[in-house]
């Protein structure tokens, strides 16, 4: 092929997102009512949201890879691979197999390790490091979170701002499309979307996103049959304003704030959507929900192992935790319908 | 009124039919029938075989009425659904209709007393904490509800299952025994299982209902007079804030026929979640496709039950 490799897009799409997570700074950081939002949430859940940056950074620190400056006689490494920095902290820490957290000897066995006290997580069946296994989770939850708004929120605002703007037929078939998809269970459909496409991340992702954009659709839609009523929107058509126009700069940042708050709250479920379909099979591989699948047969060994499903169940939790409780704090912050409601 | 359903069936009927649609173009169209075929018999078949499985389920016509009017897959997809005629699993060639008939049972022998506990636990909690809204008590109860949702289910089964099943020795792992004397010991550990899972976004749910409800006048107009707080929360919050609950559970209804996924496969419950978890598992495309068929189903005829029952207790409610 032409020499475009998976970790080259990886590189790529980090740069984007850095340069996205800038430019919504930029807007945040220039608008008052954005600012204020920004600096009461901060005020509310400072601690929430320094988990969630840890999360982030070490996200993107697993998605930056390059080949080379591998030691040599490193075991358990492929030498030409790309590595991401995350990987990079955690080059040669292989054993044989199972060892309980610091332990200086293999779990079943008692032979003695490679690195002796090096793992504070202990390592997993076949040896990796499972702190390390706990860090690349993060990308993965992030990724599956993030990539799925990306298809899910476009896709809603298409079909709901169309269907509230323009009415009539376009908005017959968007609202029995949405009843159609409603009806359906949530996890079969995806269940059939993954058999239907295939196995990986980029199509967990595409069916996560077709199964979840019909809540927000429904949202937006509604929205949008309001606001095109409000006297600035018919002032604008008045004055001859173009459709697009009228969408873009009249319609589109009237929902922004519900745009924010449906990415944050829809996050968490997709994250945990994604631990159920990894026991039935079908997740991404590298996700804590693999992790903890699979720690179901060592919690019947005996004596048994627990570091692995205790590292993944709380990496999970803690990051599910920290998303709902911003979430929350962003919807009381952002939607006035709801203020002085929550604690 | 007579109008009034006679059009939600209507639409029910239209929406069941685009789920039939979109069930065919995922199960028929994108998915190869010699890949199902290969999947259930194996790789290395001769391709006499592989036409020959197709042909004993059904696959081996044209898929649109524009190739083949008379004999075409879609055609007999619409038709054999909508006769309840569902024909042979995909992997084991047992009839789909006497394995959904014989899975109803321990499914609503799971979830009906999870429907009744988990209202009977959420709803009491959720009047507490409303009665002490903005106070510590409330914030302390708000909170317990988001990390109580911060736990994926998986961690709650397998969490219970080595702490009570394997260590404690309470109740057993899983199983299930038709037996009423045995059945509660099997049905023990699910049950607590699906009460911890869905309390904290319940009580939540309740609770803002119950808050909306007492900011209102007449709950006002009630303290004025002197009634107890306690007498307001039952009788004037409580009966009113009862109509979105209601909603939820008339929705729910249907779906104490389909059973929980994970739940039931868990736990060993031979219910329709564990049917259905079972066909995904065996990439049985035809059991999978009969059981969304089904869910969706369930779910129109709820959403419709939901309507009317609207009308019922409330009585603003106009029909038109």
């Known amino acids: ?343 | 009124m007579g109008a009034y359903v006679l059009r939600r069936l209507g639409w029910g009927a239209l929406v069941l039919l685009g789920v039939l649609f979109l069930l065919f173009v995922l199960f028929f169209a994108v998915t190869d029938p010699d890949d199902i075929a290969r999947k259930a018999l194996g790789e290395k078949v001769p391709p006499a075989v592989i036409e020959q499985w197709k042909a004993n389920h059904g696959y081996d016509r044209p898929l649109w009425p524009w190739q083949d009017f008379e004999n075409n897959l879609l055609f007999d997809h619409y038709r054999r659904m909508l006769t309840f005629d569902f024909g042979l699993s995909d992997a084991d060639d047992s009839p789909i209709t006497e394995r959904i008939r014989d899975g109803m049972g321990p499914s609503l022998a799971l979830t009906v007393p999870l429907l009744v506990l988990g209202l009977g636990v959420s709803i009491p909690l959720s009047l507490l904490v409303a009665f002490f809204r903005e106070t510590y008590i409330d914030r302390m109860g708000v909170f317990l509800c988001v990390l109580a949702m911060s736990v994926s289910t998986l961690l709650y089964i397998i969490g219970a299952q080595f702490l009570i099943g394997k260590v404690l020795r309470w109740f057993p792992i899983s199983g299930f025994d038709p037996d009423p004397l045995l059945l509660p010991r099997f049905l023990a550990l699910p049950l607590l299982v699906g009460v911890l899972s869905g309390i904290g976004a319940d009580v939540r749910f309740y609770r803002t209902a119950f808050i909306e409800e007492s900011t209102r006048d007449f709950v006002r107009t009630a303290r004025a007079k002197g009634a107890s707080e306690a007498r307001i929360m039952t009788r004037h919050v409580l009966r009113n804030a009862l109509i979105p609950i209601l909603t939820q559970v008339v929705l729910a209804i249907p779906f104490l026929f389909s059973g929980s996924l994970l739940l039931e496969s868990f736990f060993g419950i031979p219910g329709l979640g564990g049917v259905t978890v079972d066909a995904i598992q065996a990439n049985d495309f035809s059991t999978l496709r009969t059981m969304v068929f089904i869910y969706s189903l369930l779910f129109v005829f709820g959403q419709i039950a939901t309507d009317l029952s609207y009308g019922l207790v409330d009585p603003r409610v106009r029909f038109e």
């Open chain 1, 1 to 343: 092929m032409s020499g475009i490799e998976p970790y080259m897009v990886s590189n790529g799409a980090t740069l984007l997102l850095l340069a996205g997570v800038g430019f919504a700074v930029r807007i945040v950081r220039r608008n008052r009512l954005w600012r204020e939002a920004a600096a009461s949430l901060w005020r509310r859940r400072r601690l929430a949201l320094c988990v969630l940056a840890v999360y982030f950074v070490i996200a993107l620190l697993d998605s930056v890879a390059w080949k080379g400056g591998v030691p040599e006689h490193a075991v358990g490494v492929l030498p030409n691979a790309p590595h991401s920095i995350v990987d990079r902290f955690f080059l040669d820490t292989t054993e044989a197999s199972y060892s309980a957290p610091f332990a200086a000897v293999e779990f079943y066995g008692d032979r003695p390790l490679r690195h002796p006290g090096a793992h504070p997580l202990g390592t997993d069946i076949i040896g990796r490091d499972v702190l390390y296994m706990a860090l690349k989770g993060a990308r993965v939850a992030l990724l599956i979170g993030g990539l799925t708004s990306l298809i899910a929120i476009p896709l809603a605002l298409m079909f709901g701002v169309g269907a509230g703007y323009f009415g009539g037929r376009f908005d017959d078939f968007v609202f029995f499309l949405i009843s159609t998809l409603a009806s359906m269970p949530g996890l079969l459909l995806l269940i059939a979307l993954i058999m239907a496409m295939g196995r990986g991340t980029v199509s967990v992702c595409v069916a996560l996103g077709v199964t979840s954009w019909v809540g927000f659709c429904r949202l937006s839609r509604a929205e949008t049959l309001k606001l095109r009523e409000l006297d600035f929107v018919r002032a604008a058509r008045v004055l001859g304003v173009s459709e697009p126009r009228i969408i873009f700069r009249h319609i589109l940042p009237n929902l922004a704030h519900l745009i924010v708050i449906t990415f944050v709250l829809m996050f968490s479920g997709l994250v945990l959507s994604e631990a159920v379909l990894s026991w039935l099979g079908i997740g991404v591989d590298g996700s804590w929900g693999q992790m903890i699948d699979g720690a179901r047969d060592e919690l019947s060994r005996e004596p048994i192992v627990w570091w692995n499903i205790a590292a993944a169940g709380t990496a999970l939790f803690t990051l599910i935790l920290a998303v709902n409780t911003v979430g929350d704090s962003i919807r009381d912050v952002l939607d006035p319908r709801t203020q002085g409601d929550a604690p």
